[in-house]
């Protein structure tokens, strides 16, 4: 499998999971791969295209179809010296697996005092905007969010996927790693060689002045698209891509807030109980001086998602949502 991301000006963000996977494979023997039609068919999303091929079926295990099986594998095998990555398919299937995922895996290293770790990334697809329905669209980092011990990783453009995984997968802690469906497609920079991207370190990604957008994995285009638009209208907003929940680089909103003095969260988690709410609580402690006007948080709607794409955009937030948003608060 060639190194896709350095020998071309753009990649997909497919292709960079493929390619961040092998990057490791490659430097780290002990590297595993595991889940559902991952080896021959490439993944169902062809995202682990390539790997079967180059490193053959003692490292790239298509396992049966049961989520519990591959992540109680992928959980015997890092306790006992290898490095797994594990596939669910939709993060939505991650309700399977669950007792693994909250009762197990994130407890292991505490429970033993530190003399076991379970280092190891379960990688799913995640999101909604292309139609899949109530129980193949949720985007779950909410799930995650819940329970200590998890390092949650979400990101929006390939060389972050291709640095992130790098970090998640030497990771000594386990990490779930949301890959959104709506970005696979999408196209970015490539990634450098020894791409590392720290988890739990935000990125600028606008700069501005009047206004702090903090945004996740699929929003962040929407975040940049809306702030594109508000441009246009004079309002100069500031777009954060948070890139990770957990570690939560609080740090870099606070700097953003010290500029603009202003902050809406755009999440397509549910509004109720979605990772927005953690950061503005925070946001109130610890930088409550900072803020002129209240906070918005532009979420997804609770209700299940609907298969229909005009219903879907209704539930999901959109760029003029976030607009609207941004303008409610330009003018406070």
């Not at 559902?36 to 179809?65: C, H, M, N, Q, S």
């Not at 290898?82 to 290293?109: G, T």
């Not at 638009?229 to 939560?248: K, N, T």
Request: aromatic share 6%; charged share 20%.
């Amino acid at each position: 499998m060639a190194d896709v991301s350095t020998d071309r000006d753009v990649i997909t963000y497919r292709e960079a999971v493929a390619e961040g996977i092998a990057r490791e494979m490659r430097r780290d023997p002990a590297v595993v791969c595991l889940g559902e039609d991952i080896g021959e068919a490439g993944g169902v999303f062809k995202t682990t295209v390539g790997l079967l091929k180059e490193f053959g079926p003692e490292r790239v295990w298509d396992t049966p179809i049961s989520e519990q099986a591959i992540v109680g594998a992928a959980m015997g095998a890092a306790m006992t010296g290898m490095r797994p990555v594990a596939e669910i398919m939709f993060s939505d299937f991650l309700a399977c697996c669950w007792d693994y995922l909250a009762n197990e895996i994130p407890k292991v290293r505490y429970m033993t005092g530190g003399q076991v770790t379970v280092p190891l990334v379960v990688r799913t697809a995640n999101g909604g905007g292309l139609g899949f329905g109530a129980q193949h669209s949720q985007a779950t980092e909410n799930w995650a969010l819940t329970v200590p011990g998890l390092k949650i990783a979400a990101p929006a453009t390939p060389a972050d996927v291709i640095g992130m995984m790098a970090a998640a997968v030497r990771s000594d802690d386990p990490v779930v790693f949301f890959e959104h469906k709506g970005l696979l497609a999408s196209k970015g920079a490539p990634a450098p060689p020894g791409h590392v991207v720290e988890l739990g370190r935000a990125a600028v990604v606008r700069e501005g002045s009047d206004v702090t957008l903090v945004a996740l994995a699929s929003m962040v285009p929407v975040a940049l698209r809306a702030a594109s638009q508000l441009s246009a209208e004079g309002i100069d907003a500031e777009v954060v891509d948070l890139r990770c929940l957990v570690p939560l680089d609080v740090a870099t909103v606070l700097a953003s807030l010290a500029k603009t003095s202003r902050l809406v969260t755009v999440e397509e988690n549910p509004f109720q109980g979605g990772w927005g709410a953690t950061l503005v609580s925070v946001v109130a402690d610890e930088g409550f001086t900072l803020l002129d006007a209240p906070v918005r948080r532009v979420a997804g709607e609770c209700v299940p998602l609907p298969f229909a794409d005009a219903l879907e955009e209704q539930v999901i937030p959109t760029v003029d949502k976030a607009v609207a948003a941004v303008r409610s608060l330009a003018a406070y």
